[in-house]
């Protein structure tokens, strides 16, 4: 995104401008969807890691309250 956001080409003119403007486009619609990619998979990633540690916790109290 940072890439996206420079000043490059401000003083071009014509197709050469038209087309780094595609460019840094083109690399911002990217990283938004590489940011979105990143926030799906961290969320998943946390449900699955809260569910395992519910799920350890639960066998630990069933452990700790078996009689001997």
Request: hydrophobic share 45%; net charge positive.
């Amino acid at each position: 995104m940072k890439i996206s956001k420079m000043p490059l080409g401000n003083k071009e003119c014509g197709t050469l401008k038209a087309s780094i403007q595609a460019v840094k486009h083109e690399l911002e619609n990217m990283a938004i969807a590489h940011a979105e990619v990143a926030t799906g998979m961290k969320r998943d990633l946390e449900d699955a890691v809260g569910t395992l540690a519910a799920s350890m916790k639960e066998r630990r109290k069933l452990v700790i309250s078996l009689p001997a």
